[in-house]
């Protein structure tokens, strides 16, 4: 099949092309076209916010796959135009691409952030309240995918906090440079901060088997991605620190929190044969032992 990925250089979608590309040609959609993540792969240059550039698109795709991000997701307001085109306005332009080039399968990265908070496991069936502007414009893309599951299959993935190698700037790398810094880790009430991390492997793994077992047809499927183990800062942190050998620091302060986002992926692996997940104590010792090499 031929397969084109937006997102091709981000943290995602590096391992995701390269895994795929192995099995299957691949057209890779990023900001940094020039890297070469692999050299049997067709680069577009084309960075998402600026919807006024068209780039030159295959004539014929089998796939979609939309793992692109914005750099600014977190800079509400101030970069509120580049968040809503990255996830919004270019998602549309590619849906429209994928119809007029007979695409079989669309498939979105999306977050478990359009979901409340909560205490609990949550499953696709939970009521859709995303709190920022960032989750609001994901939404808005899984609302616009939805509407093109007449014309080829659709499929969204809800991911839940992803990690692994080469990660910066996000949840699990802030912890491990904290424990490592000897700085303590911030833990607000009674109720801890809960997520189910899932790591980069396994999500590639979905998307693969999503590629190569649901192609065909119309329809949207949704799914949450996340890891089978519930946890949290605490919890990780001490999973870190006997990663690290390094006894990890906590600070409790009195502010309590609405939950946190823990998956229930129980759809996913009965729609799909899937390997078994990475455990978060193999996963995080992997992400340290990288940085070491």
């Not at 091709?8 to 040609?25: D, L, P």
């Not at 329809?219 to 089978?228: R, S, W």
Request: hydrophobic residues 40%.
């Amino acid at each position: 099949m031929k397969i084109m990925v937006t997102g091709a250089t981000g943290f995602i979608g590096r391992t995701f092309v390269k895994e795929i590309a192995r099995y299957h040609q691949v057209v890779g959609v990023g900001r940094d076209a020039t890297l070469p993540v692999d050299k049997t792969i067709e680069w577009i240059n084309w960075d998402l916010s600026e919807i006024t550039y068209k780039p030159l698109f295959p004539t014929n795709i089998d796939v979609v796959v939309a793992l692109a991000q914005s750099r600014e997701y977190r800079q509400f307001p101030e970069q509120a135009e580049k968040i809503f085109n990255v996830n919004v306005a270019s998602t549309l332009n590619l849906l429209e691409y994928a119809r007029k080039a007979g695409v079989r399968l669309f498939l979105l990265a999306s977050t478990a952030n359009v979901y409340r908070p909560s205490s609990e496991k949550i499953s696709e069936s939970w009521v859709v309240e995303p709190a920022t502007f960032y989750a609001r414009s994901k939404h808005m893309a899984e609302l616009l995918v939805q509407s093109y599951s007449e014309y080829f299959m659709c499929v969204i993935l809800r991911l839940f906090t992803v990690y692994g190698p080469g990660q910066q700037n996000m949840l699990l790398p802030s912890l491990i440079d904290r424990v490592r810094g000897n700085t303590p880790l911030q833990i607000q009430g009674k109720r801890e901060f809960g997520l189910s991390p899932i790591y980069i492997d396994d999500v590639v793994q979905v998307a693969k088997t999503i590629i190569e077992d649901r192609n065909e047809g119309v329809g949207c499927e949704t799914y949450n991605v996340g890891g089978d183990e519930a946890t949290n800062i605490r919890e990780l942190g001490n999973l870190i620190g006997d990663a690290l050998n390094t006894l990890p620091k906590f600070e409790f302060g009195n502010e309590d929190n609405p939950g946190g986002w823990i998956a229930n992926n129980s759809k996913l692996k009965s729609h799909l044969n899937l390997k078994p997940f990475t455990g978060l104590k193999d996963g995080i010792k992997k992400v340290i032992l990288n940085e070491q090499d």
